[in-house]
């Protein structure tokens, strides 16, 4: 089987309410599913929502701090409660869902990418490598071992975080492990992001799918102290979208969905985009190995090691990131 059917859930989060995020997320998931989606992905830091007043506000400010208080206490714990309801929406859709969290590790936050397998399985887990710009106030660096690819029955997943997806070498290291389908979360809503998803599809010979959020000042409860200064009504967008499914030849199969909440669904072709390798191959026939070469380490960057036993082979691997933390 290499058609399937995948779903960008474009959809406003409740601002920095895990719970009630995750609430709407499990409805949003059996709808996709619904509509055949065996593939479902949402925006980057979905649950319990993006932190969007890093751009907004004066660093260590009285108020951010407030926020990001507030941002600690509704993130999300891999495993915990969250990420385990998440994972029985995942099993009750029959689907594989990535969503995008803000995930907490002892004392600091990760933007992360979970994916959970239609068993409800947490199958693998990206933490976005380099925040950007005002990000860098909240969110901590990931490392090496989360950078990796899922089998599934019908092809290989994984992706990339917002502007991870402008660093090449990192697309580089997604294509040369044989991804076929490609997800971009992102907060990112310039006219540029829609064509930056066309080229790596091109690129990389593979499926790629945005999944943007949509989400207005008036989003932001009244109870948040400070909204008013940061945030106006309808007219304010914080982000108006840009979900769409993008072919390996780079056209657009779906979407984009700009200024309006909706799931945006269309069937992909795994062995169609193997097939286009035969013409443009990044990492086999058009590689010139002998000319360029990527070394990726992989291996986890715990903050301590501790030699007081033998060595659990298991607590070596990406799916144990955060053990040591």
């Given at each position: 089987?290499?058609?399937v059917?995948?779903?960008?859930v474009?959809?406003?989060?409740?601002?920095?309410?895990?719970?009630?995020?995750?609430?709407?997320?499990?409805?949003?998931?059996?709808?996709?599913?619904?509509?055949?989606?065996?593939?479902?992905?949402?925006?980057e830091?979905?649950?319990?929502?993006?932190?969007?007043?890093?751009?907004?506000?004066?660093?260590?400010?009285d108020?951010?701090?407030?926020?990001y208080?507030?941002?600690?206490?509704?993130?999300?714990?891999?495993?915990?409660?969250?990420?385990?309801?998440?994972?029985?929406?995942?099993?009750?859709?029959?689907?594989?869902?990535?969503?995008?969290?803000?995930?907490?590790?002892?004392?600091?936050?990760?933007?992360?990418?979970?994916?959970f397998?239609?068993?409800g399985e947490?199958?693998?887990?990206?933490?976005?490598?380099?925040?950007?710009?005002?990000?860098?106030?909240?969110?901590?660096?990931?490392?090496?071992?989360?950078?990796?690819?899922?089998?599934?029955?019908?092809?290989?997943?994984?992706?990339?975080?917002?502007?991870?997806?402008?660093m090449?070498?990192?697309?580089?290291?997604?294509?040369?492990?044989?991804?076929?389908v490609?997800l971009?979360?992102?907060?990112?809503?310039?006219?540029?992001?829609?064509?930056t998803?066309?080229?790596?599809?091109?690129?990389?010979?593979?499926?790629?799918?945005?999944?943007?959020?949509?989400?207005?000042?008036s989003?932001?409860?009244?109870?948040?102290?400070?909204?008013?200064?940061?945030?106006?009504?309808?007219?304010?967008?914080?982000?108006?979208?840009?979900?769409?499914?993008?072919?390996?030849?780079?056209?657009?199969l779906?979407?984009?969905?700009?200024?309006?909440?909706?799931?945006?669904?269309a069937?992909?072709?795994?062995?169609?985009?193997r097939?286009?390798?035969?013409?443009?191959?990044?990492v086999?026939?058009?590689a010139?190995?002998?000319?360029f070469?990527?070394?990726?380490?992989?291996r986890?960057?715990?903050?301590?090691?501790?030699?007081?036993?033998?060595?659990?082979?298991?607590?070596?691997?990406?799916?144990?990131?955060?053990?040591?933390?």
């Open positions: 089987m290499t058609k059917t995948v779903a960008a474009q959809a406003s989060p409740v601002f920095l309410d895990r719970d009630a995020t995750v609430d709407k997320a499990v409805g949003l998931i059996a709808e996709a599913a619904d509509a055949g989606a065996r593939v479902i992905a949402f925006a830091s979905f649950v319990p929502t993006y932190p969007d007043w890093v751009w907004r506000s004066r660093p260590y400010d108020g951010p701090s407030r926020w208080e507030r941002l600690f206490d509704q993130a999300v714990e891999i495993p915990g409660p969250a990420s385990r309801r998440l994972g029985e929406a995942a099993q009750q859709a029959g689907a594989y869902v990535a969503m995008g969290v803000t995930e907490r590790a002892g004392g600091t936050l990760y933007n992360t990418l979970v994916w397998d239609p068993e947490v199958a693998l887990r990206h933490r976005k490598l380099m925040p950007t710009g005002g990000e860098r106030l909240v969110w901590g660096m990931g490392d090496g071992s989360t950078l990796q690819v899922l089998d599934t029955p019908f092809g290989r997943l994984g992706g990339l975080i917002c502007w991870e997806n402008y090449p070498l990192a697309r580089f290291a997604m294509y040369a492990q044989g991804i076929d490609y971009a979360p992102t907060w990112d809503n310039s006219e540029t992001w829609v064509p998803l066309r080229h790596i599809a091109k690129e990389g010979r593979c499926h790629v799918v945005g999944i943007t959020a949509c989400l207005r000042g989003d932001v409860p009244a109870d948040i102290e400070g909204r008013d200064e940061l945030y106006a009504g309808d007219d304010d967008w914080m982000s108006k979208g840009n979900s769409c499914v993008v072919d390996p030849e780079g056209e657009l779906a979407g984009p969905l700009v200024g309006a909440e909706g799931i945006v669904t069937e992909v072709d795994v062995g169609a985009a097939r286009s390798r035969r013409v443009f191959d990044p086999g026939h058009y010139r190995p002998d000319v070469r990527l070394e990726v380490d992989r986890p960057k715990p903050p301590a090691a501790f030699t007081d036993r033998d060595p659990d082979p298991a607590e070596a691997g990406a799916d144990d990131i955060g053990r040591w933390r």
